[in-house]
């Protein structure tokens, strides 16, 4: 160890505020519109599923790629019978997510103005796309309280590395904090940094991961600063 943890990472997406709920609510309604045009032993939901993983190298992670990859799913599962009004429905819930207001998680408010007050350097590490991920980062009103706004195309062992060497600390003084163990936990531990998972009630099928060893759990946001305290 050389020192205290100084800088403290902490995910978006499900972490600060609501957004997988959403999409399994499109996702919900992606399965009313296509299954109107397939035979019941047709599991659209791994269609699109399916679509998803494939196209992750092409687009990305978040909603623009999350609508494209329904509308390809919705053509493939229906061997192209599905209707025009059906694909313009799914575009519409799309652009619906992508107008939703931020909606903070319980506790995050508070917690993140007491991790800065208490001299905690704060930064946003999140993937997705670009210009959306910007938009919700202003729009939740904490962009104030964080040092650094990172939005990577994944978050591995080495998206943590650049950005433990962005905060210019050592990997001992950084701790990353999300709901995602495969995308927030695994990675920043396997570098050396400190790392707590934050479960989400609902948790998209791609970051499931299984793992070994105790994971550092905590029931609610609010129970960063508790946490923190106890690495020293």
Same mark, same amino acid.
Do not use: F, N, Q
């Given at each position: 160890m050389t020192g205290p943890v100084e800088v403290v990472g902490i995910d978006a997406d499900?972490?600060?505020?609501h957004s997988e709920v959403y999409f399994e609510r499109t996702e919900r309604r992606f399965r009313e519109l296509v299954e109107?045009?397939?035979d019941p032993d047709v599991d659209v939901a791994a269609a699109l599923v399916a679509v998803e993983r494939r196209n992750l190298a092409r687009y990305g992670y978040g909603i623009k790629g999350f609508t494209l990859s329904m509308v390809e799913a919705a053509i493939e599962a229906t061997g192209g019978a599905i209707g025009t009004e059906e694909i313009d429905q799914i575009l519409a819930a799309g652009r619906?997510?992508? /107008?939703?207001?931020? @909606?903070?998680?319980?506790?995050v408010d508070e917690t993140?103005?007491?991790?800065?007050?208490?001299?905690y350097r704060l930064v946003i590490v999140t993937k997705g796309d670009l210009h959306h991920q910007e938009r919700k980062i202003m729009a939740s009103g904490l962009a104030d309280r964080f040092e650094r706004l990172e939005i990577v195309a994944d978050k591995n062992p080495g998206t943590y590395?650049?950005?433990?060497?962005?905060?210019?600390?050592?990997p001992e003084q950084f701790a990353m904090v999300g709901n995602s163990l495969r995308s927030d936990v695994l990675p920043a531990l396997e570098i050396g940094a400190h790392a707590a998972h934050i479960p989400y009630a609902v948790t998209w099928a791609h970051e499931?991961? /299984?793992h070994d060893g @105790?994971?550092?759990t905590l029931d609610s946001f609010a129970d960063i600063p508790t946490w923190l305290a106890s690495l020293t």
């Open positions: 499900d972490t600060l505020w109107r045009y397939v619906t997510m992508l /107008d939703h207001p931020v @909606d903070l998680l319980d506790g993140v103005t007491a991790l800065r007050d208490a001299g590395r650049r950005v433990v060497a962005s905060m210019s600390v050592d499931h991961v /299984d @105790d994971i550092d």
